[in-house]
Structure formats: C-alpha cells, structure tokens
C-alpha cells in the first residue's frame, strides 16, 4: 500500500528507476480539504499536506529521487482555493473579495472552488 511519502520513497521510486522513468509527477501536494478532488480544494499553500507524513519525509522522498536521477515534478496548485471558510482562505477577513474574485467570477462551478483575483495588491 502506497499511503505515506516513505512508502512512496521505499517502494516505489526503486521500481521507477527499474523501470527506466526519469521522472515523477506528484499531485495533492499541499493540505486540501477534500481527498476526491485530486489536491485542488486547497487549505494551505504554505505547506505539504500532512497526511502523508511529514515536511521531513516529503523532503526525504525528492532526495531520494534525485539521488536515483529521477526527476521529482510537484502539481502545485496556486488558481483556486476551497470553499471552505473554516479552514480555507474563503472569507478570511470576513468579505468574500479579499483573496478572490467576488460574486460569481470568484467561484469555480466545475470544481466548487474559490477563483484568486490576482489583480488583487495582497497576491
């Protein structure tokens, strides 16, 4: 079972360099509130998600696979954010345009997700 970024590093990275990729690409890297949507309701842009171990162990991983000659592709995402308010940035402040685009143009129907207005001075 694949489950933690020292399961990833011990079992999988040896069987991807048998294999002869050069390359990874790891996805849901930051904390997101919601597991189905593949790492894209994000929580926190500021750290590594913790349920699959720790800031150590995911640096530990990308070592491990450079020392392999695999190159170690991170999906970050920095378009939206989740909707969530209590463990979101979503009405940070208390308005829903500090952070994102308000009314309609700040939400992303497919995704259920917040939209960053980046003409915004704080982004």
Sequence with gaps: ??????????????RIKRLGYN????????????YASFGYH???FFAPSSRFGTPDDLKSLIDKAHKLGILV??????SHASN???DG???FDGT????FHTGSRGHHSVWDSRL?????WEL
């Design 1 to 14: 079972m694949i489950n933690t970024y020292a399961n990833f590093r011990d079992d999988v990275l040896p």
């Design 23 to 34: 390359a990874v690409q790891i996805m849901a890297i930051q904390e997101h509130s919601y």
């Design 42 to 44: 994000v929580t926190n």
């Design 73 to 78: 592709l991170m999906d970050i995402v920095y």
């Design 84 to 86: 969530n308010v209590l």
């Design 89 to 91: 940035l979503n009405m």
């Design 96 to 99: 829903d345009g500090h952070y």
């Design 116 to 120: 960053f207005n980046y003409g915004s």
